[in-house]
């Protein structure tokens, strides 16, 4: 009887030890595995996924930034738009954004403060700050060519000391007291150092965007009414207005807009990161990661909704300005039915030189994609 019992007992022991062992083990392994989603997504461990949504959307749209840069200074200095200020402060903004696209490719979410995390914040700050003053640099310009009717071009080497030396030494502060590390979804000053995040961008960029808006909506009420004034009259002076509004103003007149965009969603979260620090909004963080690094593309679809870009954006008028641009136009000339042997060379040479004349203007304009030309002797010659 009592082998029977302790049988009966230990029968009922086993599986109750096997349960413990099992449930130990299982809560050690969520245990782990808690602790490691803690570790990989410290802004929402209990949703680790959401840190990688955002980092995943953040890199598409810099890379879709990248590739708009591109698209913008490749237009510029091949159909060599440079040539008028405008154009050259396009190229500017559109060389910074590129840059601080890079910034939102690099690295995952930190979690320590390493020389790689030193280095994003680092070079993420510079170009902020370069994007940023190179906007309000493009909306003095506009402001200058509408109100003042002036085109100040020995300004231009000032821009360039602003928005890339002093842009440079702002983004140097904060390495001098180690204010940079993780901060969200990627590395910049670290919410230790709030104060020095009002300091340095939140106030300034607060300051500036107001002004910016203010400047850009007196500026497009000053243009509306220009407009309505032209209409139904000629006048010299008017022409030369609208020859400055086409060179000067269009070209630059949505830039200021774009940044407004794609800044809003970055100031609202940063505020709400400051008055609650450690507990981040998924949606406000997600928004910031979508438009913060959108610079870039937005800008080219501005540059390409331009009427001048967009006839030039074909095959033809690429290899025209390849060719120009390597001073090799490729002249065919035949002979025509009254051809003759005498006075082809200058006669197809002037014939050219016409056709590339006519198919360019002062400020770089739209080029056709052949020239072709019929001379009193009979010959034809194409410029391809």
């Given amino acids: 009887s009592r082998s029977s019992n302790q049988g009966s007992w230990t029968s009922i022991q086993l599986p109750l030890l096997r349960a413990l062992r099992s449930g130990t083990r299982n809560t050690a392994t969520d245990a782990t595995m808690s602790s490691e989603d803690a570790?990989?997504?410290?802004?929402?461990?209990?949703?680790?996924?959401?840190?990688?949504?955002v980092i995943t959307i953040r890199r598409i749209v810099a890379s879709l930034s990248l590739v708009g840069c591109l698209f913008i200074i490749g237009a510029v200095l091949l159909f060599k738009k440079y040539r008028v200020l405008p154009q050259r402060l396009i190229l500017a903004l559109s060389v910074a954004a590129f840059l601080d696209s890079i910034s939102y490719l690099m690295g995952d979410i930190e979690h320590e403060n390493s020389g790689t995390c030193k280095f994003q914040a680092f070079w993420l700050s510079w170009f902020d700050w370069s994007v940023l003053a190179w906007v309000c640099c493009i909306t003095f310009n506009l402001y200058q060519s509408i109100i003042k009717q002036v085109v100040q071009k020995h300004m231009e080497k000032w821009y360039h000391v602003v928005c890339w030396g002093v842009t440079f030494v702002i983004a140097t502060i904060p390495l001098m007291n180690d204010s940079y590390g993780p901060a969200s979804v990627w590395c910049w000053i670290t919410e230790d150092h709030q104060a020095l995040?009002?300091?340095?961008?939140?106030?300034?960029?607060?300051?500036?965007?107001?002004?910016?808006?203010?400047?850009?909506?007196?500026?497009?009420?000053?243009?509306?009414?220009?407009?309505?004034?032209?209409?139904?009259?000629?006048?010299?002076?008017?022409?030369?207005?609208?020859?400055?509004?086409?060179?000067?103003?269009?070209?630059?007149?949505?830039?200021?807009?774009?940044?407004?965009?794609?800044?809003?969603?970055?100031?609202?979260?940063?505020?709400?990161?400051?008055?609650?620090?450690?507990?981040?909004?998924?949606?406000?963080?997600?928004?910031?990661?979508?438009?913060?690094?959108?610079?870039?593309?937005?800008?080219?679809?501005?540059?390409?909704?331009?009427?001048?870009?967009?006839?030039?954006?074909?095959?033809a008028s690429v290899k025209v300005a390849l060719a120009r641009r390597n001073d090799q136009a490729i002249v065919q000339e035949w002979p025509g039915?009254?051809?003759?042997?005498?006075?082809?060379?200058?006669?197809?040479?002037?014939?050219?030189?016409?056709?590339?004349?006519?198919?360019?203007?002062?400020?770089?304009?739209?080029?056709?994609?052949?020239?072709?030309?019929?001379?009193a002797h009979g010959l034809t010659a194409v410029a391809i």
């Avoid at 030369?240 to 800044?263: D, G, N, T």
């Fill in 337 to 375: 039915p009254t051809g003759s042997s005498s006075g082809r060379g200058s006669s197809s040479s002037s014939s050219s030189s016409s056709a590339q004349r006519s198919s360019s203007d002062a400020s770089g304009g739209s080029v056709s994609s052949d020239a072709a030309l019929t001379d």
């Fill in 39 to 53: 570790y990989d997504c410290p802004l929402w461990p209990d949703n680790p996924s959401y840190c990688d949504v």
């Fill in 197 to 315: 995040r009002f300091i340095l961008w939140y106030v300034p960029l607060f300051v500036l965007i107001a002004g910016l808006a203010v400047v850009y909506t007196y500026i497009t009420v000053k243009v509306n009414r220009q407009t309505k004034t032209w209409q139904g009259s000629y006048d010299a002076g008017v022409e030369a207005e609208k020859e400055l509004m086409r060179e000067h103003i269009k070209p630059l007149r949505l830039y200021p807009l774009i940044f407004l965009v794609c800044s809003a969603f970055g100031l609202v979260n940063r505020i709400q990161n400051a008055a609650n620090p450690g507990n981040p909004v998924f949606g406000l963080m997600l928004l910031h990661s979508i438009f913060a690094p959108l610079q870039g593309a937005l800008n080219a679809v501005a540059y390409g909704m331009d009427k001048e870009t967009m006839q030039r954006c074909n095959w």
